[in-house]
């Protein structure tokens, strides 16, 4: 915050403006600052938990898509639907 005059306050406006780089970026990959992130939608949010839950399962389950799926009560192509695909080895 170099470009901000001294004793001149620091807002939010001015600090986009000086360090849009924070701002536009990439998202924080840790799904628990996505979700405090106070203008994320609750479509968003659920979509962010779907594909968590998804992941584990798969990692529990070995990269076996059936069983994880199996594991959620959900149709093969439900689970594929919210993001479940296993990992190429």
Known sequence: MTFTPQG???DLPRARRACREIFDGPRNP???VQ???????????????RSVLVEQRLKR?????????????????TFYRYG???RER
């Open 61 to 77: 389950f070995g990269q076996n898509v059936n069983a994880a799926a199996q594991s959620l009560r959900l149709s093969t192509a």
């Open 35 to 49: 979700l405090l992130d106070e203008d994320i939608t609750y479509g968003d949010a659920v979509r962010i938990l």
């Open 84 to 86: 479940g695909r296993a």
């Open 30 to 32: 840790h799904v628990e």
């Open 8 to 10: 001149e306050p620091i």
